[in-house]
């Protein structure tokens, strides 16, 4: 069966040091990719998205993600965290357009 | 443009009682979901529609109507509310062609006591 696997549940990591957010997913061909961020009380925004050719690709706020799929992995980057950052991340995948399946969050904490 | 609001923003509700959450949308999507999202587990989808007049049931459909009357609108229904229908309710839309991008409402926080 298809489904996305967010190993973290949460994240806590100082202001300016790096992020790495894990995502794993298991489906026979190679999905539409997603990561989202949804701030305390607010609904989900994409932040960025894979359908094809190159593999690293660059969002919104300084995020990149990078589709492996040897690994079937879709994980997202950031050199340098800022105290905003601080949010629930979502990696979801798109099987079809009736059919987004979602990973069950990481929450990331950012210290000062 | 406004996006996608959702109507109302909290409510709580009593065990037995009906109501009727609001999405609306202006981006002339054709595709309109409903999601709930309870804490470790993501969101869920709940039902959704490919066009006006036409529904269809998602993951965890039981115990949720819904009707898109009208291209821009889809309404979520519980007409006996249950305790483990608190959540927060979340309605996408997106396009019929190409990339699946979906854009979400602000959500709706319901309590069910």
């Known amino acids: 069966a298809q489904s996305v696997t967010q190993p973290d549940i949460h994240i806590t990591v100082s202001e300016g040091a790096s992020l790495e957010l894990r995502c794993n997913y298991s489906?026979?061909?190679?999905?539409?990719l997603f990561w989202y961020v949804q701030s305390p009380g607010q609904g989900l925004q994409l932040l960025l998205k894979?359908?094809?050719?190159?593999?690293l690709v660059q969002g919104i706020k300084g995020f990149e993600a990078e589709f492996k799929r040897s690994q079937s992995s879709f994980n997202l980057r950031k050199p340098s965290v800022h105290w905003s950052d601080a949010a629930e991340y979502f990696c979801?995948?798109?099987?079809?357009?009736?059919?987004?399946?979602f990973g069950a969050g990481t929450r990331l904490t950012v210290k000062p | 443009n406004a996006g996608v609001t959702q109507t109302p923003k909290f409510r709580v509700l009593k065990t037995g009682q009906s109501m009727t959450l609001l999405c609306a949308q202006d981006?002339?999507?054709?595709?309109m979901y409903w999601y709930r999202q309870d804490p470790g587990m993501g969101l869920r989808l709940i039902h959704y529609?490919?066009?006006?007049?036409?529904?269809a049931k998602g993951e965890v459909p039981d115990g949720y109507n819904v009707s898109r009357l009208k291209k821009q609108n889809f309404l979520l229904g519980l007409e006996s509310a249950a305790p483990s229908q608190t959540s927060v309710y979340f309605c996408?839309?997106?396009?019929?062609?190409?990339?699946?991008?979906?854009?979400f409402g602000p959500g709706t926080r319901l309590t069910v006591t």
């Open positions: 529609s490919v066009g006006e007049g036409t529904t």
């Open positions: 489906y026979g061909a190679t999905p539409y």
């Open positions: 996408a839309s997106s396009t019929r062609t190409g990339n699946y991008e979906q854009y």
């Open positions: 894979y359908f094809s050719g190159d593999t």
């Open positions: 981006m002339n999507h054709e595709y």
């Open positions: 979801a995948v798109g099987i079809n357009n009736n059919d987004m399946r």
